[in-house]
């Protein structure tokens, strides 16, 4: 009977960080405003991988630092992961007619292979995806098959 109740509780435990998680990465993800800049035209997603790129700095912050919109990562000129995939989507929206979704996965450190637990839990990087295509908001090249924990759809990026 200890056991089955140890069971029990580690289960619950891991499946409210789960719930919890997701509604911390929400947060922090959605709700975003759109950002009409004074974009170029643009042909590929590589060009505005470039654009994005050129105008954001890869700067790592920390867990509890707040995500910015696009209009402050391209004014103060950082952001890490996330930064970049929201800029990507929002450049990407006004230059290319299309409509990223945002994703959050699990990634090993070295970056050689995926470790994703699946739908929810932990993340550490972010990319966007189109039609099932994970692309990656660094280069706009097609990301190897990952599993995410997280899909945000363009318009819970984007109030």
């Known amino acids: 009977m200890k056991k089955i109740i140890l069971l029990l ?23 975003k405003d ?3 800049g004074d974009f170029p035209e643009m042909d590929t997603f590589e ?6 790129s050129c105008h954001i700095q890869y700067r790592k912050d920390g867990i509890t630092t ?12 950082y952001g890490d992961c996330d930064e970049f995939s929201i800029a990507f989507m929002n450049v990407a929206y006004y230059t290319l007619c299309v409509k990223f979704e ?3 996965l699990f990634i090993d450190s070295d970056y050689t292979g995926n470790r994703s637990i ?7 990087h972010a990319l966007v995806r189109l039609n099932g295509v ?5 280069n706009g ?9 997280y899909y945000y759809s363009f318009d819970e990026v984007f109030k």
């Open 9 to 31: 509780t580690i289960s619950i435990t891991f499946i409210g960080c789960d719930l919890m998680f997701d509604q911390v990465q929400e947060g922090a993800v959605c709700g």
């Open 141 to 149: 090249m097609v990301c190897p098959e990952l599993e995410a924990a």
């Open 102 to 104: 945002f994703v959050s």
């Open 66 to 77: 707040p995500v910015a919109g696009p209009r402050e990562s391209l004014t103060r000129g």
């Open 134 to 138: 994970v692309y990656s908001a660094y």
């Open 34 to 36: 759109l950002y009409y």
């Open 47 to 52: 060009d505005v991988a470039d654009y994005v």
């Open 118 to 124: 699946g739908t929810g839990g932990m993340v550490n």
